[in-house]
């Protein structure tokens, strides 16, 4: 075979190489960035599932306070044990965000405000420490 031929067909298997390896890169960047979706988007029904809860029990709440106003007898412990569940609510509502937030790939640098990656040891913008 001929030597030009030869480094040619050599030249075009290293590409070829190249090119595979970036796309099995980027199907595994894009399968990552899918699963993160995923995890967000059920983050997110909880958050909502939990704060359609809350909303019900401010109604509760309202309807308990309004019936005490015209003079109903109430149990006492009604509006106690519903401020307890919106307590308990609001502590989930509270860790299902801060998991949500550690899940962007951007954080804010404390000293400068500018947006860098998660990846970033250093800001960008002012050299400082992430």
């Known amino acids: 075979m001929d030597h030009n031929v030869s480094m040619l067909l050599?030249?075009?298997?290293?590409?070829?190489?190249?090119?595979?390896?970036?796309?099995?890169?980027?199907?595994?960047?894009?399968?990552?960035?899918?699963?993160?979706?995923?995890?967000?988007?059920?983050?997110?029904?909880?958050?909502?599932?939990?704060?359609?809860?809350?909303?019900?029990l401010y109604k509760e709440i309202g309807k308990v306070i309004y019936d005490i106003h015209q003079g109903a007898e109430t149990d006492e412990d009604v509006i106690e044990r519903k401020l307890a569940q919106l307590d308990v609510l609001q502590g989930e509502i509270s860790e299902l965000r801060d998991e949500l937030g550690a899940l962007k790939t951007v954080c804010t640098c404390a000293r400068c405000g500018r947006?860098?990656?998660?990846?970033?040891?250093?800001?960008?913008?002012?050299?400082?420490p992430l």
């Open 10 to 56: 050599e030249k075009i298997k290293v590409v070829a190489e190249q090119t595979r390896t970036g796309a099995v890169k980027a199907a595994d960047r894009a399968g990552k960035k899918a699963g993160e979706m995923a995890q967000a988007t059920r983050l997110n029904l909880q958050i909502f599932d939990r704060t359609t809860e809350c909303e019900v």
């Open 115 to 128: 947006q860098c990656s998660r990846d970033d040891a250093y800001c960008a913008g002012c050299g400082s």
